[in-house]
């Protein structure tokens, strides 16, 4: 298994199941954690990023991550392939661009991918599609256990976890909730809902995480506080709080836009399906605009044509590096265009002229 | 020709303020010296120049030696972190101690103590604290209907719990030599 092998289908987060699935793309948690006895990532030095690399991957084999996933050096890698990882949600931007020996080991249906040397020696995540926080934990715990059974990862009694950045001490835990909120942008209420989360403490982002903008009306919300709270406490004020209202928020805003300008929404839904079904080059960011639409409709129950699971491996799929993976070389911006264009006439038209 | 004071629109003004909104507008304010004061904008009107002086040339070492701060471990100052924002070992939290902790409350709601999962806890000890949690809320609401008899059940049923949550941690802790 290899990065070529991922591109062709999705993985199970994007798979539009789960609770709140309408609403809520995926569920992520991640864990980060240090071995006992090195420095942190910026004070280390190539021989060390090594040695660190080395003693995470036998851990991982000898706790017998081996069987059901797959390694990747990502030093070793192409751009492009990395940029696959990242739009996959596999490896952070920063994990992509960083420097030296580092890796990721992702389960075969991509629920899982443990980093080694991003901005810790080991970032541990597990993400499913939907609002499964719970389950999720769970899993993690379990990971977290097993490789902290072969490995000693550094630990304080009245820090918790240490980490190379002091805004993840204690649990290291972050949650990310990605959510798709395009009828709260409509009404304009978006903005609400981004101060009562600021408020709350809790950092709101766009697609690919730390600074990235919400395009296609995609917003993560996360924890920013991982001291003095537990990590169920965490989880249990996003999965019963938090997230189910933002929820109710969308919904109702939806409701509204079918009662009082049902004629608009629809025209929306259906001026985005005849773009994408019919234009010949279309940028990155219209691509999203439009999709964001389209997913709207299918979620509503007002486009009937397509399932979520295709509008969410649509997303995917016109990123650029899978548009490259899929043409078999590089592309520049405009031949990205036009490739972009030539796979949604493909998957949405009738005819493929 | 002086501006007024915005706040008493009397004396004129002496201290000017250019706020930055969080649209990135400027907004200026202007005050004068009293009002300023008593706004908490600037330090007490009638404390001697030389008095701020003598202060500020007290600080300044003070803060170049925090800065200077350098671990034994892995080399680096605690300036080169303010400056980068990463730590560069585990052993930096002990060598920075104090000047860190104030880094940390502001990030963690003012909390300092960790209270999550431990290394070597299995995932029992946190289905315990899930449970607990559960029949807390169930407690309350029982108070709240006041179902008097549910209530007395259910908080028999904690305190077992949480004899066992605190034996559990207990025993994790000893066994991680702490």
Partial sequence: MSVDDLTGHVGEWLRGTGPMSDIVISSRIRLARNIVGYPFLSRASGDEKREIYRALGDALSSAGFGSNSFFVDIENISDVDRQVLVERHLISRQHAEGEGSRGVSVSLNETHALMINEEDHLRMQVLKSGLQLETLWNDISIIDDRLGSEIEFAFDERLGYLTACPTNVGTGLRVSVMLHLPALKITGEIEKVMRAAKDLKLAVRGLFGEGTDAIGDFYQVSNQVTLGISEEEIIDMFSGQIIPQIVDYERAAREALSDQRSVQLDDKVWRAYGILENARAMASEETMFFLSHLRMGVSMGRFNQLDIGTINELFLQIQPAHLQKRNGGKLSGEQRSIARANYLRQRLGHNNN | ?178
């Fill in chain 2, 1 to 178: 020709m002086g501006i007024l004071c915005q706040c008493c629109n009397q004396a004129n003004a002496t201290v000017h303020l250019t706020d930055i909104q969080a649209g990135g507008e400027p907004v200026e304010r202007h005050y004068c010296e009293a009002c300023a004061a008593q706004e908490g904008i600037t330090m007490k009107p009638h404390e001697p120049i030389n008095t701020m002086i003598e202060k500020f040339v007290k600080m300044v070492p003070a803060m170049r030696d925090a800065a200077q701060l350098t671990c034994p471990n892995c080399g680096i100052s605690f300036g080169e972190f303010r400056a980068q924002g990463l730590l560069g070992c585990p052993e930096d939290y002990t060598e920075f101690g104090e000047l860190l902790m104030p880094l940390i409350r502001r990030a963690h709601d003012d909390c300092d103590v960790h209270r999550g999962k431990r290394p070597g806890q299995t995932n029992d000890v946190g289905k315990l604290r899930v449970q607990i949690r559960s029949l807390e809320r169930q407690l309350e609401d029982a108070v709240a209907e006041e179902a008097f008899e549910d209530a007395a059940r259910l908080r028999d049923q904690l305190n077992t719990l949480r004899s066992g949550y605190d034996a559990s941690k207990h025993g994790d802790a000893s066994e991680d030599g702490a």
